[in-house]
């Protein structure tokens, strides 16, 4: 009888496990867009707006993120808050065919860390606080634009800071989109 009960007691554990981990969004030439939405998205405040890249992605600080409960995640006002998505490419994309697509132009503020082939992270920034020439495409959103990628599991952090609540609306796009 204890034994059963611990198996089942092991199963639901199992299982709570799975139903809460973040869910990986695949993608291919055949995906044309995808809004990241609840648990395809985690989030970190980082309230002193003090950490880094380099701690962010570190085994510590992974646990840390928290799943995203509801639609699209909501930024406080006057916060500094870190976005985690995941995507998992199950062919290899070309360089510069999609994207990363922000919908809310009042972001004052946000810093892309874009995973390249090599296992780094390329930095990109932009916002409402930048001038509107310097961004990629001049269009009223907020995009980044990924690199040549093999097919693989990667994963992409944002660093968003606004000093107006703002909704974050993460939406990966095939650049063909805006031609």
Known sequence: MFNRQLFVVFLLCAISQHVLAQ???????????????????????????TFS??????????????????YYPRHVASTT?????????????????????????????????MPDANGRYKESKTGSNFNFTNRFYQH??????????????????FKVQSKDAVNVIMVYRQTKYFF
């Not at 990986?24 to 939405?37: A, C, D, R």
């Not at 890249?53 to 509801?70: C, V, W």
């Open 23 to 49: 869910k990986v969004v695949s993608l291919n030439n055949q995906v044309n867009q995808h809004f990241f939405t609840g648990q395809e998205i985690e989030f970190l405040p980082d309230n002193q707006n």
């Open 53 to 70: 890249i380099q701690q962010i992605t570190s085994k510590q600080f992974g646990n840390r993120f928290k799943l995203h409960q509801g």
């Open 81 to 113: 808050c870190w976005y985690k998505i995941k995507v998992k490419l199950t062919e290899d994309m070309a360089d510069q065919e999609s994207l990363i697509e922000f919908f809310d132009q009042t972001t004052n503020r946000i810093t892309a860390y």
């Open 140 to 157: 009223k959103n907020f995009e980044f634009q990924f690199g040549k990628l093999p097919k693989g599991e990667y994963t992409c952090y």
